[in-house]
């Protein structure tokens, strides 16, 4: 019997570990541990005290009700369950049952918890809501305090779930949205909030009708859109009827992971839950109100098209895979490896020179040759002229003009479209300036948090209005002035990449002389000694600053890409191309019209690179980067990247502008 007394609280009766120094369940401090115990001068012949002795001891400080005992006129029925602030009974007075709560003194005694304790209990007093549980009473001031609320007969919604799912419906989770909203909107109006509601927080009554009981109404200051959440969580996890699917709507998965539709529930509601239930507080609904009409709007159920299984299975661990996806054998390891090889090994027979390397000269160095195929460079072979032999590379030089290395020399075949030499020189068109055309779009001027996302709207920079290109720049339109770059897949429609910061400045101007407009670009000096200028005023094309780049990107919009912030909606990335560059404007455009500024093929801005250039900006109007530097800015992510950091919409990247990168390329930008 020594144990009884040295191991269990006198607060509430929680056995307590060994060497604890509070009860686990209350809080409340223990007075004497065993190891007190132990050190005390009581002598050893003095008798342990009895069970009864022990309750009477434990009874001094918080009050065991028996059934058939009579608490404040309450007739104690049985004991129900206990909480962190409690222990509930179902009681009965004047021929009606209540549910009683006995407060434990040590929620009294911290100021912040009685403060915070008592203004919930004054505000619970005065809720009034055919869908809440009414408070009968609440004393503060009896020792221990207590409150009395009305029993309700039914079932919580998570019994309903579990032992009564046939009965759940699509009609009848809507319904009890709309209850939820409502009483959620009383509970606020009181300063209270349902943030806390669970499936057993909620009863279901016979008459159909739901109650929400008092303890998932709690004090706290939330942001409705957390109540938003909740709401939506309630619906979702009512409507996941398989219990393998269940733990997909656990609320901890729901605020960490993406939401998974809900197989057989209409299309229409998963979207509505889709966005109520979204990981990031800024992209759901406003508020309940707002919840409701959604809800609302929704089309009856009846012909309503449903989520359907589309060949995926849900597993117990929340994975989702193919149902087409049979399970994994044995791997052949070795079979595996010789098929690795084999195509390592033709993939170097077609774009290395590894042949002459084997058998040819032994000065011979391994090079990359890309897939010739016994041709030279991806060239329009419709250009070609028939049965022409192409002459030596070394004669095929580029021709040089006034904006660049642009087309292969005259003499070669396959440009036989070019007049030979005989002929009378072509006369340069000169067009006069006009604008930029429907690929561009013109950015008011405006200000914005250059380096800065989320839902912080603090503002540092201020930007003039400029017209920038809707799509990166594609191959056909490079080729159009310059040499085809070694891009990391061929195709007209695809955005140019692996070309080099300075080739692009060429192009510009370039580009710019064709059209009669002013060069933006001064360029001087030959090889890595270039230095180029920029004239910001020039009608010119040139490459956009980095401020200009992130204030396209971003379009007034908080998200962590450009256009949403989801990714799957607006980017070509890792996940989901399966690193190979895609045609521009596939996926959805942002709120100025942009495409791809996330995802696809990275972008060179104008900026030499400063890792701490944002975080110290020199000026706060039209910042157009450091004076000088080695290394280019790259914004925007591509094919090779996976959701995330380097995918977001400020991740930042540097590279030499002498040289070309896989999967980085541009788009234009003009000054109206």
């Given at each position: 019997?020594?144990?009884?007394?040295?191991?269990?609280?006198?607060?509430?009766?929680?056995?307590?570990?060994?060497?604890?120094?509070?009860?686990?369940?209350?809080?409340?401090?223990?007075?004497?541990?065993?190891?007190?115990?132990?050190?005390?001068?009581?002598?050893?012949?003095?008798?342990?005290?009895?069970?009864?002795?022990?309750?009477?001891?434990?009874?001094?400080?918080?009050?065991?009700?028996?059934?058939?005992?009579?608490?404040?006129?309450?007739?104690?029925?049985?004991?129900?369950?206990?909480?962190?602030?409690?222990?509930?009974?179902?009681?009965?007075?004047?021929?009606?049952?209540?549910?009683?709560?006995?407060?434990?003194?040590?929620?009294?005694?911290?100021?912040?918890?009685?403060?915070?304790?008592?203004?919930?209990?004054?505000?619970?007093?005065?809720?009034?809501?055919?869908?809440?549980?009414?408070?009968?009473?609440?004393?503060?001031?009896?020792?221990?305090?207590?409150?009395?609320?009305?029993?309700?007969?039914?079932?919580?919604?998570?019994?309903?779930?579990?032992?009564?799912?046939?009965?759940i419906t699509e009609d009848m989770v809507r319904d009890l949205g709309h209850k939820l909203i409502e009483s959620g909107k009383t509970v606020r109006d009181h300063g209270l909030t349902i943030s806390s509601l669970t499936l057993n927080g909620v009863m279901l009554k016979d008459d159909d009708e739901i109650v929400i009981l008092s303890s998932g109404i709690n004090y706290e200051d939330v942001d409705e859109r957390e109540d938003v959440f909740i709401v939506?969580?309630?619906?979702?996890?009512?409507?996941?009827?398989?219990?393998?699917?269940?733990?997909?709507?656990?609320?901890?998965?729901?605020?960490?992971?993406?939401?998974?539709?809900?197989?057989?529930?209409?299309?229409?509601?998963?979207?509505?839950?889709?966005?109520?239930?979204?990981?990031?507080?800024?992209?759901?609904?406003?508020?309940?109100?707002?919840?409701?009409?959604?809800?609302?709007?929704?089309?009856?159920?009846?012909?309503?098209?449903?989520?359907?299984?589309?060949?995926?299975?849900?597993?117990?661990?929340?994975?989702?895979?193919?149902?087409?996806?049979?399970?994994?054998?044995?791997?052949?390891?070795?079979?595996?490896?010789?098929?690795?090889?084999?195509?390592?090994?033709?993939?170097?027979?077609?774009?290395?020179?590894?042949?002459?390397?084997?058998?040819?000269?032994?000065?011979?160095?391994?090079?990359?040759?890309?897939?010739?195929?016994?041709?030279?460079?991806?060239?329009?072979?419709?250009?070609?002229?028939?049965?022409?032999?192409?002459?030596?590379?070394?004669?095929?030089?580029?021709?040089?003009?006034?904006?660049?290395?642009?087309?292969?020399?005259?003499?070669?075949?396959?440009?036989?479209?070019?007049?030979?030499?005989?002929?009378?020189?072509?006369?340069?068109?000169?067009?006069?300036?006009?604008?930029?055309?429907?690929?561009?779009?013109?950015?008011?001027?405006?200000?914005?948090?250059?380096?800065?996302?989320?839902?912080?709207?603090?503002?540092?920079?201020?930007?003039?209005?400029?017209?920038?290109?809707?799509?990166?720049?594609?191959?056909?339109?490079?080729?159009?002035?310059?040499?085809?770059?070694?891009?990391?897949?061929?195709?007209?429609?695809?955005?140019?990449?692996?070309?080099?910061?300075?080739?692009?400045?060429?192009?510009?101007?370039?580009?710019?002389?064709?059209?009669?407009?002013?060069?933006?670009?001064?360029?001087?000096?030959?090889?890595?000694?270039?230095?180029?200028?920029?004239?910001?005023?020039?009608?010119?094309?040139?490459?956009?600053?980095?401020?200009?780049?992130?204030?396209?990107?971003?379009?007034?919009?908080?998200?962590?890409?450009?256009?949403?912030?989801?990714?799957?909606?607006?980017?070509?990335?890792?996940?989901?191309?399966?690193?190979?560059?895609?045609?521009?404007?596939?996926?959805?455009?942002?709120?100025?019209?942009?495409?791809?500024?996330?995802?696809?093929?990275?972008?060179?801005?104008?900026?030499?690179?400063?890792?701490?250039?944002?975080?110290?900006?020199?000026?706060?109007?039209?910042?157009?980067?450091?004076?000088?530097?080695?290394?280019k800015t790259i914004r925007g992510g591509n094919v090779m990247n996976s959701e995330g950091r380097n995918l977001n919409i400020l991740w930042r990247e540097k590279g030499d502008p002498n040289r070309g990168y896989p999967f980085v390329g541009f788009r234009l930008v003009r000054t109206k």
């Open positions: 019997m020594e144990d009884i007394i040295a191991h269990f609280c006198i607060n509430c009766g929680t056995k307590i570990p060994d060497k604890a120094k509070f009860c686990p369940n209350c809080g409340e401090q223990v007075e004497l541990s065993v190891e007190q115990a132990k050190e005390t001068d009581v002598p050893e012949s003095i008798e342990a005290p009895s069970l009864a002795e022990a309750r009477e001891a434990v009874n001094k400080n918080f009050t065991l009700l028996d059934p058939g005992e009579e608490f404040r006129h309450y007739k104690i029925l049985r004991m129900l369950n206990k909480d962190s602030e409690g222990i509930k009974y179902i009681a009965e007075k004047d021929n009606r049952e209540y549910i009683l709560k006995v407060f434990y003194k040590s929620s009294f005694h911290n100021m912040h918890t009685l403060l915070e304790l008592q203004l919930r209990l004054s505000r619970l007093n005065n809720l009034k809501d055919s869908h809440t549980a009414r408070v009968v009473e609440v004393n503060q001031s009896h020792s221990p305090a207590y409150m009395a609320v009305e029993y309700i007969h039914g079932v919580s919604l998570a019994e309903l779930r579990k032992y009564n799912p046939e009965r939506a969580k309630i619906m979702a996890q009512l409507l996941a009827k398989n219990p393998l699917s269940q733990r997909l709507y656990d609320e901890d998965r729901l605020r960490s992971s993406k939401y998974v539709p809900i197989v057989g529930v209409s299309k229409d509601l998963n979207k509505v839950l889709s966005e109520a239930l979204h990981r990031n507080i800024n992209q759901r609904y406003e508020n309940l109100e707002a919840l409701d009409a959604a809800i609302h709007k929704l089309p009856p159920v009846a012909g309503a098209e449903l989520c359907s299984q589309q060949d995926v299975r849900i597993l117990e661990d929340g994975q989702v895979l193919s149902e087409k996806a049979m399970p994994r054998g044995r791997i052949e390891y070795g079979f595996w490896a010789l098929v690795i090889l084999v195509i390592i090994a033709i993939a170097m027979l077609f774009t290395t020179n590894i042949y002459t390397v084997i058998f040819g000269a032994k000065s011979d160095k391994l090079q990359y040759t890309g897939f010739s195929f016994g041709a030279d460079d991806a060239d329009d072979d419709s250009l070609r002229a028939p049965s022409a032999k192409l002459p030596p590379r070394e004669a095929r030089k580029p021709l040089q003009t006034t904006y660049g290395d642009l087309k292969i020399n005259r003499d070669d075949p396959r440009r036989s479209v070019i007049p030979p030499e005989d002929s009378p020189a072509p006369v340069k068109k000169v067009l006069s300036p006009k604008g930029p055309g429907a690929n561009f779009v013109y950015i008011e001027p405006g200000t914005y948090g250059f380096g800065r996302t989320g839902n912080n709207q603090s503002h540092n920079v201020s930007l003039s209005g400029f017209y920038i290109n809707k799509h990166e720049v594609s191959q056909a339109q490079w080729n159009r002035l310059m040499k085809p770059a070694r891009v990391s897949e061929v195709g007209d429609k695809l955005p140019v990449d692996n070309v080099s910061w300075f080739d692009i400045a060429i192009y510009c101007n370039g580009l710019s002389e064709i059209e009669g407009l002013n060069p933006a670009y001064k360029i001087r000096g030959v090889g890595a000694s270039r230095v180029v200028t920029c004239d910001f005023q020039a009608n010119g094309y040139r490459l956009p600053t980095e401020a200009e780049w992130e204030y396209a990107a971003k379009a007034g919009k908080f998200f962590s890409y450009s256009g949403s912030e989801d990714p799957a909606d607006v980017a070509w990335y890792r996940d989901n191309s399966a690193g190979k560059l895609r045609q521009p404007g596939l996926k959805d455009a942002n709120a100025y019209g942009l495409y791809d500024l996330s995802g696809n093929v990275s972008e060179w801005v104008w900026d030499w690179y400063d890792a701490n250039y944002i975080r110290a900006l020199p000026t706060f109007v039209n910042p157009s980067g450091p004076a000088t530097g080695t290394q």
